[in-house]
Every structure is written in C-alpha cells, then in structure tokens.
C-alpha cells in the first residue's frame, strides 16, 4: 500500500525554467514532509523539508508547499540548473513515529 | 569519515545462501534506519533503531531478515536464504534524534540475487 505516490516518474526542463515535482499521499496524520534528491550510484541527501503547520518553506531556489486539504505537495526548482538532474524523492511521517514513507521518485534532466 | 558508509557496495550472491549488510552510521547519530529500494519502487522501510531501546522491525518482510546493532555504533543486516525477490539496493540512514530528524543516507549496497 503505497502512502505517498509520486505519479511522474520522469521530467525534463529546460536550463533556467521552472521544476515542478509533485507528491501525493493518503494518510492524513502525516505532518512532516522532506524532499530528497539522488544522484546514481549515491544515497539519497536531504533537500527540504515542510511541517504541516505551514504550506510553504523555502530554501534558495528550493520551494516546497503544502496543500493539507488536497493531501498534496509539491517542490519548485528555479531556475533549474543542469546539476539539478537527479531522482526526487518525496517522503512523510507522523511526527512523533519512526517510520518515514517514500514515493517512487521522479527522475528529473535538466536540458542545458 | 564524515557520513554514513556501508559495505560491501555491491553483493552478488545465489539463491539460498545467507548475506550480510553493515552500516557505519554518523558518530554521535543515535537513530540508524534500513531500507530497501527494489528496481522501479519507493523507499521500502524496514527496521529502525534508537540508543538502546528495542528496534522497530515493523518493516522486515519476513524472518529471513535481521538486523543488529550494538549501542549506537555499526549496524549490520542479514538476509538468511535470499530469495531472487531480495535483491535491491539496500540503503542504510543515521539522524541525530528520532522522530522527524533528518535523515543522512549511505551510498547503499546492491544486493543481486542469482
């Protein structure tokens, strides 16, 4: 049973657009949302991240934002870099548990 | 060194024989994940370690796996009489704290299964 869906498994952009990579998930008790980034052959790293009391952090061209009511988030790249090319990875949990869910990932290619 | 290592990077193994995984997590890292990515799927969680209390296993697929840790240093994960279904990377992860703590990864060991 997949909780969070990244239901792109790929996208390309153009060098200085917008990236937009969308996650969804089912369970409503997630409150905590992190963004990774994968590079082959490397383990996934620490993007960004969003608590459920906020819709929208920033961190240099990384945006994130949270729609809670449409159980949706999504990150913003811009502008879009060719170094950004990698797998996107989207992950929640429940606060106070152990456990985080992953999506599937989007594989990213930024076209210089 | 500075982030999370494991070994052996990749593992190429027979059908039924027993591996063995490890992972040295960040010093001073009290919290030590697994998990495992199969080809084409998400983050797979599988067992999840904190200081000295008793792990998670809510993730282990079967009995085949086990893992291990002592204190808060290296943690090692077996898979007894591997199935063709186990092979995946396998990626290890240490956080300062539990709960909603960042997570670093290791660079995973490719486990293949003939």
């Known amino acids: 049973d997949q909780q969070v869906k990244q239901n792109s498994p790929s996208l390309s952009v153009q060098e200085g657009r917008i990236s937009i990579l969308n996650c969804d998930y089912t369970n409503s008790m997630f409150d905590y949302f992190l963004w990774y980034k994968k590079y082959p052959a490397e383990g996934p790293t620490f993007l960004i991240s969003i608590s459920s009391i906020k819709d929208k952090n920033e961190d240099g061209r990384f945006t994130v934002f949270l729609n809670k009511s449409a159980k949706h988030l999504s990150l913003h790249i811009v502008p879009s870099q060719p170094g950004d090319s990698a797998v996107y990875f989207c992950?929640?949990?429940?606060?106070?548990?152990?456990?985080?869910?992953f999506g599937t990932g989007t594989s990213l290619t930024v076209i210089p | 060194g500075a982030g999370v290592s494991q070994s052996p990077s990749n593992k190429v193994t027979e059908k039924g024989k027993d591996v063995e995984l490890r992972c040295d997590p960040i010093?001073?890292?009290?919290?030590l994940y697994w998990y495992r990515q199969r080809l084409g799927q998400g983050l797979e969680f599988l067992i999840y370690?904190?200081?000295?209390?008793?792990?998670?296993k809510s993730g282990l697929p079967s009995d085949r796996f086990s893992a291990e840790r002592t204190g808060e240093s290296v943690s090692t994960l077996t898979i007894q009489r591997t199935q063709q279904e186990d092979s995946a990377v396998y990626l290890c992860a240490s956080s300062l704290f539990s709960g909603g703590d960042t997570q670093y990864f290791g660079p995973g060991t490719r486990l293949t299964v003939l």
């Open positions: 010093s001073g890292h009290t919290a």
């Open positions: 992950a929640a949990s429940i606060n106070t548990g152990n456990q985080f869910y």
């Open positions: 370690f904190q200081g000295n209390s008793a792990p998670d």
